[in-house]
């Protein structure tokens, strides 16, 4: 019980580090504030916020499953990850802390949305909202990459919470871009304050994370040495 509830928090956690990091929350920012734009009333300002929050949520979550589903469909790449995903857990740890930490930096490719489709969606209501919401969950930043699949899928992998472990990291990315809705939606005007002092948060609690990451990937990785031996 203890080791499923660990597993959900730690989830959790990755999900709001992943939102609060500065690429996907400049983009979350600036995709609700073009929403309220075209938007005149408060109320629909959040639903729309709320509907771009639910698509991002839903977007990982699918992927999450899609993923862990495809890999444990086959049975032989099932028992392989079974057998060596607690092994190459640890490395996997230590290389996203070496992310988290910027010591090591990887480039992705970027997802262009033109200007023109996304004023499209916003004139969708809700339903344009969530597409939009979902399609930029898919613009994993480097940070976010290292988030989900450095360490999230390994973790549902080795995890007894499994499938669910992508929907509580999705709930997670929500919960900050939510907040910020919530804001929008109340008219509160010094975003921008706000923004450069989550960014400050971020950075230390990123830090923070990468270290930990490292220290518990070492943890894993020397015991699996010494049982060689």
């Known amino acids: ?19 609060i990091s500065p690429c ?23 639903i729309s916020g709320f509907a771009y929050t639910l698509g991002r949520m839903v977007s990982y ?28 857990l640890g490395p996997l740890l230590i290389l996203t802390g070496l992310i988290l930490l910027e010591i090591i930096t990887i480039r992705l490719p970027g997802l262009s949305f033109s200007q023109k489709h996304q004023s499209k969606l916003s ?39 499994g499938i669910v472990l992508p929907f509580i990291y999705g709930i997670g990315t929500g919960l900050p871009v939510l907040v910020f809705a919530v804001a929008i939606a109340l008219g509160v005007t010094s975003l921008s304050h706000w923004f450069h002092r989550i960014t400050k948060i971020e ?19 020397s015991i699996y040495f010494i049982n060689l031996f």
Request: proline residues 5%; positive net charge.
């Open 24 to 46: 996907p929350l400049a983009s979350n920012i600036a995709a609700i504030s073009f929403l309220s734009k075209k938007i005149t009333h408060p109320s629909l300002v959040f």
């Open 1 to 19: 019980m203890t080791e499923v509830i660990i597993s959900l928090l730690s989830a959790l956690w990755l999900g709001i580090l992943t939102s």
């Open 61 to 88: 979550a699918l992927l999450g499953w899609i993923i862990i589903s495809s890999l444990l469909s086959v049975p032989v790449l099932a028992r392989f990850l079974q057998r060596y995903m607690g092994k190459a």
């Open 203 to 221: 950075y230390y609690t990123r830090k923070i994370t990468g270290g930990i990451f490292i220290i518990v990937g070492l943890y894993y990785s």
């Open 123 to 161: 004139q969708s209501g809700a339903p344009g909202a969530f597409l939009l919401g979902f399609i930029f969950a898919l613009a994993f930043c480097p940070i976010s990459a290292a988030l989900y699949f450095g360490s999230l899928i390994p973790l549902a992998f080795n995890s007894k919470s």
